[in-house]
């Protein structure tokens, strides 16, 4: 009988984590679809997939994941190619040290960390549900735990000015977003059969340093010292998106490594903040078109 490829749309593969992830992936015989902003970079990244598997399926949607409109077209022509998605695992993110604002009016934090793994998901539904038993795996961090005061809805349109000493609490707010969404979205979902999942990768110099202009140095240091590897990051990825275990359970957060559950910082795990913020975040994106 012949094996059906698991479909496997990952954001963020052409570098970092999501790179790492989609190499694993391909080993182990998915059919990938993967967003990227840059034809060059996408080359690159399907270099070094067919390296280690010559065979793997792999297919491009390009546009700007800092951009809603573009994170909404991406979507809909995913879901026009691919009727049926076995996994989407939302990693693309970054950790800005100054505040950029999109041409959306969108802190650039809030909307490839947060924004676009909420939107990108709600167009893909039709294509998971299809998949019957489905998985969504968003990147979380335990970075999370350092999010300062979270104010809804305000924290979604705050386009406030920061220092890069002010970055690491907007970076772990929408972090802590990513688990809440994580949470809600697995009630909201119940009965689907699509199992929502959340990780920590654990600290990876890829993501959170890679807008230094010492970030390539202090990768070599951290990974000579056996510091931050993010093959591990990536192999909690892999785990979440194919091991049987995992599509057994929705609305958890992982750790790295262990694969152990964790208990998010308040109010990560608050059902009514949870429900709060997919509230305002449905009426803020109704508000801009961006969905049905």
């Known amino acids: 009988m012949k094996t059906i490829q698991p479909i496997i749309v990952i954001t963020g593969a052409t570098s970092g984590l999501g790179q790492l992830a989609a190499i694993e992936l391909a080993k182990r015989g998915a059919h990938l679809v993967l967003t990227a902003r840059s034809e060059e970079r996408a080359e690159t990244t399907r270099n070094k997939i067919c390296e280690v598997a010559p065979t793997a ?13 573009d994170v909404k077209r991406i979507g809909l022509e995913i879901a026009d190619t691919y009727p049926r998605i076995n996994v989407l695992l939302n990693n693309a993110g970054l950790h800005a040290f100054e505040q950029r604002v999109t041409s ?18 709600h167009t893909l539904q039709p294509s998971l549900i299809q998949a019957s038993h489905a998985r969504v ?21 705050d386009t406030t000015p920061f220092t890069a000493r002010g970055s690491s609490s907007i970076y772990g707010k929408t972090k802590l977003l990513n688990i809440m969404f994580t949470g809600e979205l ?11 999942n959340a990780l920590n990768p654990g600290f990876n110099v890829t993501g959170l340093g890679r807008e230094l202009w010492f970030a ?9 010292l056996h510091i931050g590897d993010p093959r591990r990051g990536a192999e909690i990825m892999t785990r979440l998106a194919m091991e049987p275990a995992f599509g057994e359970v929705s609305g958890e957060y992982f750790n790295v490594g262990s694969g152990a559950s964790i208990t998010p910082v308040y109010p990560g795990g608050d059902a009514g903040m949870q429900n709060k913020l997919w509230t305002v975040t449905t009426q803020l994106l109704e508000q801009r078109g961006l969905l049905k």
């Open 137 to 157: 795996v968003n990147v979380a961090s335990e970075a999370s735990r350092n999010h300062g005061k979270l104010v809804l809805p305000d924290d979604l349109k």
């Open 57 to 69: 399926k792999i297919n491009f949607f390009f546009g700007d994941l800092s951009i809603l409109s």
């Open 216 to 224: 390539s140095m202090l990768e070599r240091i951290l990974t000579f």
């Open 186 to 196: 697995a009630r909201q979902w119940d009965g689907t059969g699509i199992r929502v």
């Open 104 to 121: 959306e009016g969108f802190a650039e934090m809030i909307a490839v960390n947060y924004l676009a793994p909420w939107l990108l998901t």
